[in-house]
């Protein structure tokens, strides 16, 4: 299992950072963690084409982690010639919402022929599902979005990739990271609320590396967890302006593995 940072920035680019979008390459498949609005322009300047990616897993139904899905499908449609199926993953609602989102941005779409098959699937939280050959697991967290807002918990057969989604404290992540190769937190804000650190560490083996940090209220110390279980590096994603818009961390004074774009993370078996 190969991860590769897209976009790790928040909703409104701070520090010039796109979109949270993570490419995962898996079981001989193509698979986007989420996908938000400027996903399309980041993985083409990136030369990835669109058209190879066979599946998306939406954590919530925020703009900036679903919007790019809209123009995925239609540049597929319309400018790829696109042939390879679509699958699209995300919590209850995801299809109502798409639909929306496709109308309003394009007119009329939801009715046109497609050039190429495209489906939904609904996940509800906790109950396990198959997505491309992965074992998926959601969790619901505390993020209002107008649908579930999950963590993701994504599975080859030998690797776990671990990711919190959106949220607040709750106890919710402990379960998302438990026993995961690569922990995935959000990180908005720099202000540290130092019961995470307590709280993380008691999951046994919580993330074995937890290497990538992302935002909404989520301290440092949080993470620092997992550098205590013999984690190799932390970053963070997700980042609002006064986290620093260079290096991506509240505080630069340990080497950190952080989410930047290109950034690349191998789960080797």
Request: proline share 6%; net charge positive; with cysteine.
């Amino acid at each position: 299992m190969k991860l590769t940072i897209i976009g790790s920035g928040d909703a409104f680019g701070s520090g010039g950072r796109l979109n949270t979008c993570f490419r995962i390459e898996a079981a001989g498949r193509d698979l986007l963690l989420d996908c938000g609005a400027s996903s399309l322009p980041a993985l083409k300047s990136r030369n990835i084409d669109p058209s190879t990616i066979n599946g998306v897993m939406l954590s919530h139904l925020h703009g900036d982690h679903f919007g790019g899905v809209v123009f995925l499908l239609m540049d597929g449609h319309s400018l790829g010639r696109r042939i390879r199926p679509l699958v699209i993953a995300g919590p209850p609602g995801t299809r109502e919402r798409l639909n929306a989102a496709l109308e309003v941005f394009f007119p009329r779409s939801t009715g046109i022929a497609w050039r190429y098959p495209w489906e939904v699937v609904e996940i509800a939280p906790r109950t396990p599902s198959k997505i491309l050959g992965l074992s998926v697991e959601t969790i619901e967290v505390i993020h209002q979005s107008g649908a579930p807002s999950t963590g993701v918990r994504l599975s080859d057969g030998h690797r776990v990739l671990a990711y919190s989604g959106d949220t607040e404290w709750t106890e919710a992540l402990v379960s998302i990271a438990k026993n995961a190769d690569l922990f995935i937190v959000e990180w908005l804000r720099a202000q540290p609320r130092r019961h995470w650190t307590h709280e993380l560490d008691q999951a046994q083996g919580a993330a074995r590396r937890s290497q990538c940090a992302k935002n909404h209220d989520h301290p440092y110390e949080s993470v620092d967890a997992g550098e205590r279980r013999g984690g190799a590096r932390l970053g963070r994603t997700h980042c609002e302006r006064r986290a620093g818009a260079g290096a991506m961390s509240a505080r630069p004074a340990k080497p950190s593995a952080c989410c930047r774009p290109d950034t690349s993370f191998s789960l080797a078996t």
